[in-house]
């Protein structure tokens, strides 16, 4: 007996479908945040070891009451995904960045925290470790007058950093390899997700794109899956909506094993699915907006450091699907902003 737009609003699949959507007021979030609170150094602190925790409970050792907390408290227990530990890192890298005055010391720390983390990217997930790539191009970019100043103690720090992913590279595939076996603790790392034989794994079928990668094979059949069938239902303009799942996934062999997933694993493809070319173009043009605010506050290279990894990390996996990603990722965005474009945003 209720009206169409009465249900969806009472429904919660709706809430859950359509997050690309509403996780975006976070910016308000944000910019209330940095409008009424300043950090300090306790807060900065308190970040950077709370980054290192992560790192400790995803490598080292997570703590069984942790687990049984999770396990009574909601539906499952998992551990830290490698797209939170990429934008965990990146927040902190950049308050770091922005509040603390030693630059020299600021930098450092930045290339140590890059050898501890690129390993534990690496194994998990290769679009992370892309994204990473971005970021640290990007950071190198945003602090290029001070690298150029400061040759010989770059190198020194580089060169701890490096022993740093060695052994960091030994914690996170387990091995019982040493330092001065460096040679077979990159290849095993790098082995173990074939990162450079996936370049090669390409080909097509029929008119179809394939992959000899299982992993990136099965996300390309759903993608053209998803185009193919906007196509023939006619929902290229404005998609499938949000109160079903996409007709792309509604197959058991692609809901994962617990038959749950529903993600396309691609944020792009994700919003054309649900809401079209319209929702598409205008999300693609809210972020054109974040870009050029960052940079008219800091630089270009500053927002695309920001902005960039995230949503390249978002085209091969289902980070922005899920809200706690975009909700942190928005907040964060409508933080750095200066109280002067408050109005601008």
């Not at 009451?65 to 934008?87: E, G, P, T």
Request: some cysteine; charged content about 15%; hydrophobic content about 50%.
């Amino acid at each position: 007996f209720l009206f169409p737009e009465i249900r969806n609003l009472i429904n919660p699949y709706v809430y859950k479908a359509s997050n690309y959507i509403w996780t975006l007021s976070y910016l308000y979030v944000g910019i209330y945040i940095k409008k009424y609170f300043d950090l300090n150094i306790y807060h900065i602190l308190i970040l950077n070891f709370s980054l290192l925790f992560s790192y400790f409970l995803s490598v080292v050792y997570y703590p069984q009451f942790l687990v049984d907390f999770f396990f009574i408290n909601s539906d499952k227990f998992d551990f830290l995904k490698a797209h939170m530990h990429l934008l965990f890192l990146i927040i902190v890298s950049i308050i770091n960045f922005q509040y603390l005055k030693n630059k020299q010391t600021n930098f450092y720390y930045f290339l140590l925290l890059s050898g501890l983390f690129l390993p534990l990217l690496i194994f998990k997930s290769r679009g992370a470790f892309l994204s990473f790539l971005l970021f640290f191009l990007f950071y190198l970019l945003i602090n290029i007058k001070f690298i150029k100043n400061n040759i010989g103690g770059l190198l020194i720090a580089i060169a701890i950093s490096s022993l740093l992913f060695v052994q960091s590279s030994i914690f996170v595939s387990d091995s019982d390899l040493t330092l001065g076996e460096t040679d077979l603790v990159v290849s095993n790392l790098i082995d173990n997700k074939e990162t450079l034989k996936t370049f090669f794994s390409f080909y097509t079928l029929d008119g179809r794109l394939y992959s000899d990668d299982g992993n990136i094979n099965w996300r390309l059949q759903i993608w053209q899956d998803v185009f193919i069938e906007s196509s023939e239902f006619n929902q290229i303009f404005f998609g499938s909506g949000f109160e079903e799942i996409i007709s792309a996934m509604d197959t058991p062999s692609r809901t994962g094993a617990d038959g749950f997933n529903e993600n396309v694993h691609n944020y792009f493809i994700n919003i054309f699915a649900r809401g079209g070319l319209v929702h598409l173009l205008l999300i693609l043009c809210v972020y054109i907006c974040i870009l050029k605010n960052i940079k008219d506050t800091y630089s270009l290279s500053f927002a695309m450091a920001i902005v960039l990894p995230i949503l390249t990390v978002s085209f091969f996996d289902a980070s922005m699907e899920n809200p706690h990603f975009p909700a942190l990722f928005y907040l964060f965005i409508g933080f750095i902003q200066k109280k002067d474009y408050y109005n601008k945003i």
